[in-house]
């Protein structure tokens, strides 16, 4: 079956550093790819996504690549801020379902 | 705009009891689709509804179960609750499965 999963569970960067998080999905029929940040005692929120037909995508201080010849997805956080610090996950689409991986724990040293 | 909704926020119930939780979504959001979230096992889909049906469903028991209203809110209920069951319950919304869900804040269920 499908499965999102997560490289590290952690990840620690100095304040001013630049984040990449990393995820590997192995379903590659799957077109549609979504970053959530979820900070403590609350429901995760969506940072950015990223359909199949595309291989980069960038937002407000983070983009997202998508390789889909290693079936791999990254998110990158420029300038990160303490306010980044939460667990983030990637979640792809597939038979209508939103799998999700583990999650990585960023967290910001000031 | 409102967010999703969920209710109650933290839940205290035990053993062999049932529970019901509610979730209100996004004016306009067609799909709402349930999870549940324990440490070290993310978030794992239980099911999705859309326009009230179940379109797909998780691999869970079929003490599992929900149901979805015409004005697009939905409930989920568990029975003969296990201690395993201890989890965040989360619930997002969007317009279709395949576009951006928005999630509620959940409910802590803690069974005793």
């Known amino acids: 079956g499908e499965s999102v999963g997560l490289h590290l569970p952690t990840l620690s960067v100095q304040e001013g550093d630049n984040s990449i998080i990393n995820c590997a999905y192995s379903?590659?029929?799957?077109?549609?790819f979504i970053w959530y940040k979820q900070e403590s005692g609350k429901g995760p929120q969506f940072i950015i996504d990223?359909?199949?037909?595309?291989d980069k995508r960038q937002g407000q201080r983070v983009t997202v690549l998508l390789n889909k010849t290693v079936k791999h997805l990254s998110l990158q956080i420029a300038a990160t801020q303490p306010g980044d610090s939460a667990v983030y996950f990637c979640?792809?689409?597939?038979?209508?379902?939103?799998?999700f991986g583990t999650g990585t724990r960023l967290t910001v040293i000031p | 705009k409102a967010g999703v909704t969920q209710t109650p926020r933290y839940l205290i119930k035990t053993r062999g009891q049932q529970v019901t939780l509610s979730c209100s979504p996004i004016?306009?959001?067609?799909?709402v689709s349930w999870y549940q979230q324990t440490p070290g096992q993310g978030l794992q889909f239980l099911f999705e509804?859309?326009?009230?049906?179940?379109?797909n469903k998780g691999n869970f028991p079929g003490r599992f179960s929900g149901r979805q209203f015409s004005n697009s809110r939905s409930e989920m209920n568990v029975s003969t609750l296990e201690l395993g069951d201890s989890a965040l319950y989360l619930c997002?919304?969007?317009?279709?499965?395949?576009?951006?869900?928005?999630f509620g804040q959940g409910t802590r269920l803690t069974v005793v």
């Open positions: 997002a919304s969007s317009r279709r499965l395949e576009t951006e869900a928005f």
């Open positions: 379903n590659s029929a799957s077109d549609y």
């Open positions: 990223i359909r199949s037909n595309m």
């Open positions: 979640a792809e689409t597939g038979a209508n379902n939103l799998f």
């Open positions: 004016s306009g959001h067609r799909s």
């Open positions: 509804y859309f326009s009230e049906t179940q379109r």
